[in-house]
């Protein structure tokens, strides 16, 4: 199985701007950019990416769900919360390197058309 979420991690070097980028890093925000929301949600959905929670609930839909038509403003909120016991699942990602994670939150802002982003992280 190919490695997606942890494909950048580096146990002894945290990920920096420069190797992000070296390793196409911020190419997806790219080509995100090049689309219509809509057509950065349908990607996600036949993508089938799922959210880190304990449902693994298909991000896509959720995104769809909150419709076009949601009032505004309009927030993202990334949840990098660890207050689950014995969870240590977003904590290694965000040390590894917090470009992965910046990139992820800056295409789902545009995709949901979101005035603005927060990253919650305890």
């Given at each position: ?60 839909l959720k995104w769809r769900l909150r419709g076009m038509e949601a009032p505004r403003p309009r927030y993202l909120i990334c949840n990098l919360d660890e207050s689950e016991p014995g969870t240590f699942k977003d904590r290694h990602l965000l040390y ?27």
């Amino acid at each position: 199985m190919e490695a997606v979420l942890t494909r950048h991690l580096d146990a002894d070097t945290p990920l920096g701007l420069e190797a992000y980028r070296a390793r196409g890093g911020y190419r997806s925000l790219a080509a995100a950019f090049d689309l219509k929301p809509e057509a950065v949600i349908e990607i996600v959905e036949a993508a089938n990416l799922r959210g880190r929670g304990g449902a693994g609930f298909p991000c896509g839909l959720k995104w769809r769900l909150r419709g076009m038509e949601a009032p505004r403003p309009r927030y993202l909120i990334c949840n990098l919360d660890e207050s689950e016991p014995g969870t240590f699942k977003d904590r290694h990602l965000l040390y590894g390197g917090p470009h992965p994670i910046l990139e992820a939150v800056i295409v789902a802002a545009y995709a949901l058309q979101a005035e603005r982003a927060f990253i919650f992280i305890r």
